[in-house]
């Protein structure tokens, strides 16, 4: 696992007005190819269930067309060029 970086977290909070949980699950999503459930919870430190905070990831990128992808015993990914439309949103932010 990657480690933590709060201002990531931070920002991407911000930008997609997400609690610092689920900021932190959508982190680790840009992160790595995939991660697993019980490595989300162990990542972002949260009991709720994953697919909650997920839901709520989804809601937030959906004006971007940028999808969250699952799969059972697998786990959840965002694709490369998706990864890219979430920074370049963060990027547009900080510049104002």
């Known amino acids: ?6 201002e990531h977290e931070r920002l991407l909070g911000i930008v997609f007005k997400l609690s610092p ?11 790595c190819t995939y991660v697993s459930s019980e490595k989300i919870m162990e990542y972002a430190g949260f009991n709720s269930p994953v697919k909650q905070a997920i839901w709520h990831i989804r809601a937030a ?6 999808e969250v ?13 998706d990864k890219a439309k979430v920074e370049h949103r963060v990027e547009e932010f900080l510049k104002g």
């Open 1 to 6: 696992m990657p480690d933590r970086d709060p």
């Open 61 to 66: 990128l959906h004006p971007l067309g940028v």
């Open 21 to 31: 949980n689920r900021a932190a699950t959508l982190s680790v999503l840009l992160k």
């Open 69 to 81: 992808g699952n799969r059972q015993g697998v786990g959840y990914w965002i694709d490369k060029d």
